[in-house]
């Protein structure tokens, strides 16, 4: 027996790949709807081998269906997620808007997947920041063994974490690049082809960017509060697939070969350590996959207990969508159990 399933958003990047991740996933259905705002109303989506009609986020009735990925923004969310959960319909929210709510988890389902029980509280369920969900992947089994005192992360984060828009700007102004005549539109506040960008959101006043505060606090409350984490976050000119550069100091000292064999056997790992050239994975390479891979494991000896290593993610994938749908999985097994 299956779920009727909801896709909010399902005409945008995290929407499309909701719905192929779960037909790929094989996710028990009984129904599943598309839902968009009106300007996308009828718009064609795939879903598996099937075609579906969008229909009008505005006026649908949630009652009767019992989860619904939302893939749209923290406004729309505000004024939907609240009338799909009161009528009795789950809510598995992308964006920012419930993450740091106490009364709302926060889940990774390879790190905290015993927090899905809170879920009763408001009928809703937070998805964390794409570039948070990858680093606690490969964070929680090392934890686990070693206990992470402190985290300095510097992030490498493709423009499709910006949407399609910013996707259209990066090759529109590496297009232009070649031929001066185009005017591309710049997405950023700095051109983004054949450069880095500081800044992935608003700056705070402390000097972090909200991106970098979202990894702070979004690690503490999915993994440890005791965890101290400082992030870098950085946009580079790639369309899909974040990269990490992850600097651990551990409370007790935890060798690099032992570190490489914790992360082979952790869910939803991939290890790609070759120390030759090419022994590592890149983006491009990650996209479309289901993996978290890790890479460069290597002893830090500037600290007392430290490792280095790289980690590489589909981030409308492991950053997005498939973690949704993970969720998804987790709460149809432990919570709303049918047949």
Not at 18 to 38: T, V, W, Y
Request: hydrophobic share 40%; net charge negative; charged share 25%.
């Amino acid at each position: 027996m299956g779920y009727n399933i909801v896709v909010v958003g399902a005409t945008g990047n995290v929407g499309h790949e909701m719905l192929n991740i779960l037909a790929e996933r094989q996710f028990p259905i009984d129904k599943i709807e598309a839902l968009a705002s009106r300007k996308s109303l009828g718009t064609e989506v795939s879903f598996g081998d099937k075609t579906l009609k969008t229909k009008d986020l505005d006026t649908f009735d949630f009652t009767g269906w019992d989860m619904a990925l939302f893939a749209v923004g923290s406004d729309a969310t505000k004024k939907y997620a609240p009338i799909a959960a009161k009528a009795g319909c789950v809510v598995i929210d992308n964006s920012s808007l419930y993450r740091y709510d106490p009364d709302v988890p926060l889940i990774v389902p390879e790190v905290n997947p015993e927090a899905i029980h809170g879920y009763s509280k408001k009928n809703i369920i937070a998805n964390p920041n794409c570039s948070t969900a990858q680093m606690v992947v490969a964070l929680k089994p090392l934890h686990d063994r070693a206990t992470i005192k402190r985290v300095v992360v510097s992030t490498y984060q493709s423009v499709s974490g910006s949407g399609k828009a910013a996707i259209d700007s990066l090759w529109d102004e590496t297009k232009a690049i070649y031929n001066p005549t185009d005017n591309p539109s710049q997405h950023y506040t700095k051109q983004i082809a054949f450069n880095v960008i500081p800044h992935i959101d608003v700056f705070m006043d402390s000097g972090d960017t909200k991106e970098e505060w979202k990894m702070v606090v979004e690690t503490k409350k999915i993994v440890d509060p005791k965890i101290k984490v400082t992030a870098t976050c950085v946009r580079v000119p790639v369309f899909v697939g974040h990269s990490e550069s992850i600097n651990i100091e551990f409370e007790e000292f935890l060798d690099e070969d032992e570190a490489r064999d914790i992360l082979r056997e952790a869910p939803g790992i991939m290890v790609i350590d070759k120390r030759e050239d090419g022994g590592y994975v890149t983006p491009i390479e990650c996209v479309g996959d289901f993996a978290t891979f890790v890479s460069r494991i290597r002893q830090d000896v500037t600290v007392e207990n430290g490792i280095n290593l790289w980690c590489v993610s589909d981030n409308l994938r492991k950053g997005a969508a498939l973690n949704a749908v993970q969720i998804a999985e987790t709460l149809g097994r432990e919570c709303l159990k049918k047949g």
